[in-house]
Structure formats: C-alpha cells, structure tokens
C-alpha cells in the first residue's frame, strides 16, 4: 500500500518549456487534489477533481491544467513554464470525510 | 466561504515546555476540522481530526485538540515537547455535508529548543 505517490521529486525547468506532474493512488478515493507551496502562503488548491473524468477550478489554476482519466491517477500540465511557478507542489486523494492523504511533492524550479 | 487563521506564524519554545498553536475558523455549517504537520522537506501527514462528537481530540505523538464551537477555535496542544516537534503545522477546514475543497491556514512554525 503505496499511498499517493508523485512523479518526478524534482525538476528544473527553462521558461516556456512543457511539463506533466504525474499523482497516483492506490486507496480507491474518489477526490483528489493539486496543490502548491510557497513561503508564507501555505498551501493554496490549483484544480481538483471529484471523480474520474472530471474536474475543476481551485484558488489559483492559471497555467496549469489537469486531467483525471482514471480514478487512481491525477495529472498536472504545465504548458508553458514561467517563473512564478517555481514552487513545491503536493498532490493528495481523499475520501468522504476530506482528510487529505499527502504524496511526497514535487520541487519545480523555473528559470 | 470559509475561512481559516492561524494566528502565529512562529512559535519557539524549549524542550519538555507545554505549547498551543492556535488556529480559528469561520464557517457558515458545521464543519470537520484537521491539524497537519509537515516535517522538513516531506508532504503532510494528518495529525489528528474533528468530524463530530467529543470536542476534545487526541492525536499522534502526543497531540490534542479542542473544538469550541462558541469561539470557532481548534486550538492544538501538548503538554511536553521534544525536539523532534520541531515542524510545520498547518490547521484546515472543510464544511460538512458534501463539501470537497479544505481550506488550509498559512501555516505555524513550531521551533523547539534544546
């Protein structure tokens, strides 16, 4: 029993670049969720989704898109890099009462 | 909406000293209530959680937490720290009822000093 696991730990990458953050689960939840973390902010919600093939907007999506089509994965696009999305970034599953089950994370550096 | 703050963003202490990190909340409804810790360089692990019942939770590690309705406060607690406490803490809410989406707080920074 893995949890949720994130794909890569770390990644640099050059403005405008692509990229595709992989979460995976193996606790059969229905919701899952991306987050990111910066110094002082906390964690802040980007998209999340409630159920295989769906999705929605958190706080803050902009430049950022996610898919989920199957139940166990939740993938985190990134289309074109910028440097404010340097960040840490937590993905984390969760059944009906929302306690949050957390991957590891994943450092990206944008330069 | 709802919305969550913790109101220290730093709190030091020494070794074996009792700690409160503080968190309050607004809500509409009824809410679950949960305390996160973040060790460095690690995601979040749950540290304990208020879904209904008793006001006073227990956690891991030697954790408490009291839920006051009245005051929309879900204060943590220990009596005696070590060293190894020395963490990140965050407090989040989620209404109950059908919600998906937690808020989290800002975050407190617990420092323990030998």
């Known amino acids: 029993n893995a949890g949720v696991t994130q794909t890569p730990k770390f990644r640099v990458l050059k403005t405008g670049q692509s990229m595709t953050l992989l979460c995976a689960q193996d606790?059969?939840?229905?919701?899952m969720y991306w987050y990111r973390q910066d110094p002082g902010m906390g964690l802040r919600l980007i998209h999340y989704s409630v159920g295989e093939g769906t999705t929605a907007k958190g706080e803050v999506p902009d430049g950022y898109n996610v898919s989920r089509l199957k139940k166990q994965n939740f993938l985190l696009g990134l289309e074109s890099a910028a440097p404010s999305q340097t960040s840490v970034y937590f993905c984390a599953s969760s059944g009906l009462d929302n306690e949050q089950f957390f991957g590891p994370g994943t450092r990206l550096t944008v330069l | 909406a709802q919305s969550v703050t913790q109101l220290d963003s730093q709190v030091p202490v020494f070794e074996e000293a009792p700690v409160e990190l503080r968190c309050n909340y607004s809500?509409?409804?009824?809410?679950?209530l949960f305390w996160y810790v973040q060790y460095p360089n690690q995601g979040l692990q749950l540290l304990l959680k208020y879904l209904s019942g008793s006001t006073l939770v227990k956690g891991i590690n030697g954790f408490e937490a009291e839920f006051n309705k009245s005051q929309t406060s879900f204060h943590l607690r220990k009596p005696s720290v070590h060293i190894s406490d020395t963490a990140e803490y965050f407090c989040?809410?989620?209404?109950?009822?059908?919600?998906?989406?937690?808020?989290f707080g800002r975050g407190t920074s617990l420092i323990v000093h030998p």
């Open positions: 606790m059969n939840h229905e919701y």
């Open positions: 989040a809410v989620t209404t109950s009822g059908g919600s998906y989406i937690p808020t």
């Open positions: 809500s509409s409804v009824s809410v679950y």
